[in-house]
């Protein structure tokens, strides 16, 4: 591998000092307004003073938000943020403000804002900061561009080719035959999959709707995302003709259910894609190599920033036939480069976020060995906060068995709770139970979890691992504080 | 206004060269590795020391985005990048790199892209690199959260709601009636538009789908965007069912044409949005307070970075009703906070990307003055370069008269063309000069513009004023450059 010489640190301070006058720029930065930045005025030195003190804001934070002596969150109610907080004010004038005045902001929006990337940050599967993806973001929001053709974002577009070829290859598929495309979150990408299937047995939906066909069912697990509904509503196929297939206990969909003359059952796999990479647990989606499409969400278990989602076709070809409308404004072609990779027309979007480069950086970062040991640190971690959960008497888990995956949902039983035999009453108390200590939490801003009832089961827990930032003293932190919360209630 | 201070420039520089032993660092750049960064190890020097060095890559990429006379790409055929150009090896690895490399990396995937805030980039109507949006997005990327609550989201999703009804003031709709959404671009806020009309009319298409309806047709411009076509097909009504409605020689719906007994039609005005802030020219779109959806593309004529794209509704309640799921594991309604704030439900989405903060911070930057002089000043640059194309007798309007808004379109004819009497001959070899002027363009780096055929019109040049950055010398520069690429064609 090539090294080339990168500008040493302290050049970066020396280059920054001998160009800028510093004394002068932060008094300017209060008599400064966004017109006096580069291009309007021609200041290179106030636009890098500028962006080096938000720079020095973010680092701050990433700094806190690894700290786990510091809050969360410090919450605030809607209409307190509506009518402005402590100087705070969110409400848009005709006029100007000073770039001083936009630092404070941007202090304020962090400081009232979530920490998700605090080690007790357990709310959702999207969690955790990872720094070299944020350089990604950071890049990429600076490079500014749009993926839908080549001649703009040449880099980008080579990368998602890339990218895409590695994830098909993962997932057992031929490398000659597949095509996808990163998409807007594993909502479009899972109806992505639905459109494509369509198309795929009825091409002729393209042109004359859904009237033409004929009526057309979807099977979906009884736990499946409730994307797959949103999309038979968007997309003219009905929720009614949604037909939900029985799962076991632990939420598996029973084959046997399945097998009553299914017309075509799409399984996606979208936040358990990343357990792929992982030579220890990939055998748990094994089978994934059957399907026709996968829904990938990167910004789940593999940790990369918001949004980073893929919609994988194994058939070449099916997703631009699908989709493509050839819009000559924008896809010319008579380009001198080799237009395949013009991707723009196979999107239901017109311009697309550039995504690709903070997962094609962080995996540059990591190797695909790098996210295997992530993963299985999350599944270590999984084990773990299972066993230390079954030891305790005043916690059940929904499922009583070793996680096969990241996730662990339990109830916390409040000491008054245990002398109610199990029932209707029972029930009704417990179901108060989960909101109450996460708002106790939230108040306080020490951890953050989610809950949910689902079935004929009240309001549980529901332990995610993807948080890199997770050690084991903090899944004990959260075990002594849903106790210390909720012991009386 | 409350006045905080912000931490001089000057201890940036002292804070990180006090805790940051700056030779041991850049030392071990080579030797580190994205394990060694925060949160895996509690190394702060060595993330901050990483982060610096990225920022300081992006600045200098920053510089030179402005500097006209450095080149706006440096072009590359799709397969050079495949198999990696001087050392930039785009292929991934089961093994880590050194940090060292990823700036490397960043380095280059920035020297082989395209500077789209390049004052000669006139090549799509989201161009520029607003400095204010960037750091909004830098700051966004950082935070790394996601909208589909309030409780994750507090203060973005306050911003949102503060920014959708300034947007329906700004339409001219009554504060109280409408609603909104922020989308992954406009085809998508097109396709919400389309999706919120159709469930208005027939509520039952949600449960029943498009099989239980009578038959839909959707009513655009032939000038209509493409993205029309594609929700049609993606939402099962078909493009059979999309009639065309004639235009004018400007491009605008000529009325009579649609007084054919129209069903519903929609107009939109997504790039054209930003017209409404200028005083001057918002009567152009005049009438647009009685659509009852309006797509508004903040992240085209207001400039700010990409993604950026919203979706009005004027009647409240509607699309909450027609893409509402009640996903349990999310959208709790025993909250401790006003949960109307938990957007969530109302996207086609689930996760969705933070775009609001960068328009946020830009509008408190420039007040809505601000963006009124920006759209003022676009408008006088179109005028001006429409006044100078005129005159010149090897260049030839494609609608000749004063533009009404920001994009100009034109051939330009190489002498021996001139000899060639109007008609198919003459079209024919007209139809190759602006790709074969575009070619070279970007072979050069010098400017890059856009080229299409429309109807009976072959290739020709389609200039727009959405670039901050540029300026008079900019526009005559494109000329003088059309005419020397050009002139032997």
């Known amino acids: 591998m090539r090294k080339k010489s990168v500008h040493p640190f302290q050049s970066t301070d020396n280059d920054v000092k001998k160009e800028v006058n510093t004394e002068n720029l932060m008094t300017n930065l209060s008599n400064s307004y966004a017109s006096d930045l580069l291009p309007s005025k021609d200041d290179k030195d106030l636009t890098k003073c500028f962006l080096l003190q938000v720079v020095n804001i973010l680092l701050h934070y990433i700094e806190k938000t690894f700290d786990v002596k510091s809050k969360i969150l410090d919450f605030h109610h809607p209409h307190q943020l509506l009518e402005g907080l402590d100087g705070f004010n969110l409400q848009l004038s005709d006029h100007a403000e000073s770039l001083e005045q936009l630092l404070v902001d941007c202090t304020d929006t962090l400081k009232y804002g979530v920490k998700t990337g605090h080690p007790r940050y357990f709310n959702q599967l999207s969690s955790g900061l990872d720094v070299i993806g944020l350089a990604g973001e950071w890049l990429t929001a600076t490079a500014n561009t749009n993926m839908f053709t080549y001649e703009i974002a040449p880099v980008f577009t080579v990368m998602e080719t890339i990218l895409l070829k590695k994830m098909c290859e993962i997932i057992g598929w031929g490398e000659t035959e597949a095509d996808g495309i990163f998409s807007p979150g594993g909502s479009i990408s899972n109806l992505y999959g639905i459109l494509v299937a369509r198309y795929k047995q009825y091409p002729e939906i393209r042109t004359k709707g859904m009237r033409a066909l004929p009526c057309i069912v979807l099977f979906v697990s009884e736990q499946g995302h409730y994307s797959v509904k949103k999309a038979a509503a968007i997309l003219g196929i009905g929720t009614d003709n949604v037909i939900e297939v ?109 995504d690709i480069f903070k997962l094609w950086l962080m ?85 953050m979890i989610s809950y949910q009832p689902c079935g004929d089961k009240v309001n549980f827990f529901r332990m995610v691992f993807s948080n890199p930032a997770t050690r084991q003293r903090d899944v004990d932190y959260l075990i002594d504080e849903i106790q210390r919360l909720g012991k009386d209630l």
């Open 246 to 354: 029985k799962c076991d206990e632990r939420g598996k969909m029973i084959p046997a259910e399945l097998e009553k003359n299914v017309l075509q059952a799409k399984r996606k796999a979208a936040w358990g894609g990343g357990l792929l990479l992982s030579r220890d647990h990939s055998y748990k989606l094994s089978g994934i190599e059957r399907a026709n499409s996968v829904t990938w969400n990167p910004h789940k278990l593999m940790g990369v920033p918001l949004q980073c989602s893929a919609i994988l076709i194994r058939e070449k070809g099916l997703l631009g036939a699908c989709n493509q409308m050839g819009a000559g404004y924008l896809f010319q072609p008579d380009k001198l480069y080799n237009v395949d990779f013009d991707t723009g027309d196979k999107a239901i979007q017109c311009g697309r976020h550039v």
């Open 363 to 447: 995996w540059k970062a990591r190797g695909t060995y790098g996210f295997e040991a992530q993963i299985n640190r999350y599944m270590e971690l999984a084990k773990y906060f299972y066993k230390v959960l079954k030891k305790k008497d005043n916690f059940k888990l929904v499922f009583d068995a070793e996680p096969e995956f990241t996730n662990v949902c339990f109830w916390y039983f409040p000491p008054r709770l245990k002398h109610i035999p199990k029932g209707f009453e029972r029930d009704q108390e417990l179901q108060k139970i989960a909101p109450k200590i996460k708002a106790q939490m939230i108040e306080e801003g020490t951890a």
